[in-house]
């Protein structure tokens, strides 16, 4: 299996040469040449497998230059009940009008990021030592990536982590799991300014060729392609979980900021999982939702950029969503590379001839929810099924509801723990979220950050002196 950049412009690379890459050199976002189809005796093989063994028959199908022994010990440990709490890794509950939710927050910092990020700690560590390399990640975070990133990167061999963060935007929960990492590895930024100026930021490193080969600068930023074909095995698992049989048909309603989650269920899909529809919900920042009803894509800037109770999707500029446009187009780099041309240029691009194939084609639909709408919803899921689930779940069971036809089952992929977000819970609930065990006093601890403008320049500079 070799991968391609989205825009065109890249030799085919091998799997773990475009892990240690992030974006391509052309700009672009790294996919496999075709995705892997899989057969009805390959889902019924699949069915029973435990979440490590389903993880590698699909990854080796993707990560085709790693040894299997080796790629099997890899994911023997990063899905483990003791990374994750339980043998099923992401089991499901049921509420009471048979919408599914499937857990993914049950790793080490209760988010769904969790997922990837344990698994691509581990890759990196044996990638890097098998080239005899180091990496030093750059990545930007809304809420989650950040602190899943650095609590799979801490102490790892070879690797150092610089975090750009919005400052002030995450929850006090978020801010606490980042900033009171004392560990050498690990760097955090906050930038004055929305997310997208961090990834901005990001994306302009990248693109400074000289600068990320003298400094063998990467990503854990879900452009990165490891993070989501991670990503791909939940969905898998999740079909498993919510059907009796290899004969049904599931949707996924997926909280979206930067695409990548429901880009992994796009490329599922696309392997030949039963998927009936891909359901994207987006919070007050609906660029996405206007897109899947209009065919009209049309980043707002950061100063248009809404700061919402369900901050990780607090995304105008949605990274993932070019790797969804190459397929769409046929895999036309030339015409990915000419339509981001419009997107950087602040205008955006308009593909309303071919919602069609994007609705019946790919199964994509999409809805928006507002602060109101989550408050509603976290209530009546509480009162209806005692569950309490955070702001962005929230956000993927309104819109599920809304937008469910007659006998549709609904997997909502749960976003993050609602501890995450302990003032909109008490506001909705007027009562504390459930807090697990060992996170009391997190916000308590000594935390240590760096502030700066929205710059390159000043991040390039701080990396150097770091590295120094």
Avoid at 184 to 206: E, L, P, S, T, Y
Avoid at 232 to 252: C, I, L, P, R, W
Avoid at 327 to 356: E, I, T
């Amino acid at each position: 299996m070799r991968y391609i950049s989205t825009r065109g412009g890249m030799a085919p690379l091998e799997f773990s040469d475009t892990i240690l890459m992030g974006l391509a050199p052309d700009g672009g976002l790294a996919l496999p040449e075709r995705y892997p189809q899989i057969t009805r005796a390959q889902l019924d093989a699949w069915r029973g497998l435990s979440y490590a063994d389903l993880a590698f028959e699909i990854i080796s199908l993707f990560a085709t230059d790693i040894p299997a022994a080796d790629l099997k010990d890899i994911l023997d440990r990063t899905y483990t009940v003791e990374v994750y709490g339980s043998a099923a890794i992401t089991p499901v509950k049921r509420l009471h009008d048979g919408l599914v939710i499937l857990e993914l927050s049950n790793g080490p910092t209760l988010a769904f990021k969790d997922m990837a990020m344990q698994f691509l700690g581990n890759l990196f560590e044996y990638v890097l030592a098998k080239k005899g390399e180091q990496l030093n990640i750059l990545g930007a975070t809304s809420g989650d990536t950040g602190s899943a990133a650095e609590y799979a990167m801490r102490g790892k061999q070879n690797i150092n982590v610089f975090m750009l963060s919005p400052d002030g935007l995450m929850s006090p929960f978020q801010r606490a799991q980042m900033y009171s990492l004392q560990d050498a590895n690990i760097h955090n930024i906050a930038i004055r300014g929305m997310f997208d100026d961090c990834q901005d930021i990001v994306k302009a490193v990248q693109n400074d060729h000289a600068f990320k080969a003298r400094y063998k600068v990467g990503t854990v930023n879900s452009i990165n392609w490891a993070r989501i074909v991670a990503q791909v095995v939940y969905y898998f698992k999740g079909y498993f979980n919510a059907t009796g049989s290899n004969d049904e048909q599931v949707s996924f309603c997926v909280p979206s900021g930067n695409f990548g989650n429901v880009c992994a269920g796009h490329i599922a899909r696309q392997m030949g999982l039963p998927v009936q529809r891909l359901i994207v919900a987006t919070n007050e920042n609906d660029v996405l939702d206007e897109f899947f009803k209009s065919g009209k894509y049309a980043p707002r800037g950061t100063a248009n950029t809404w700061v919402t109770s369900s901050p990780s999707m607090d995304i105008s500029k949605a990274s993932n969503f070019e790797r969804f446009i190459f397929d769409l187009v046929g895999r036309d780099g030339g015409k990915v590379k000419a339509l981001w041309a419009q997107v950087d240029s602040g205008n955006g691009f308009d593909l309303a001839a071919n919602l069609g194939a994007v609705r019946e084609q790919f199964g994509f639909v999409s809805g928006k929810s507002t602060h109101a709408d989550r408050l509603a919803t976290i209530r009546v899921v509480d009162a209806e099924d005692g569950v309490v689930v955070d702001t962005h779940t929230a956000d993927g069971i309104k819109v599920a509801r809304e937008v469910r036809l007659p006998g549709e089952t609904i997997v909502c992929l749960e976003t993050a723990l609602p501890a995450k977000f302990a003032d909109t819970i008490r506001e909705a609930l007027n009562r504390e979220a459930p807090r697990p065990d060992g996170f009391d006093g997190l916000e308590d601890l000594p935390q240590r950050v760096t502030v700066f403008d929205a710059d390159a320049a000043a991040v390039k500079a701080y990396i150097e002196q770091a590295l120094a």
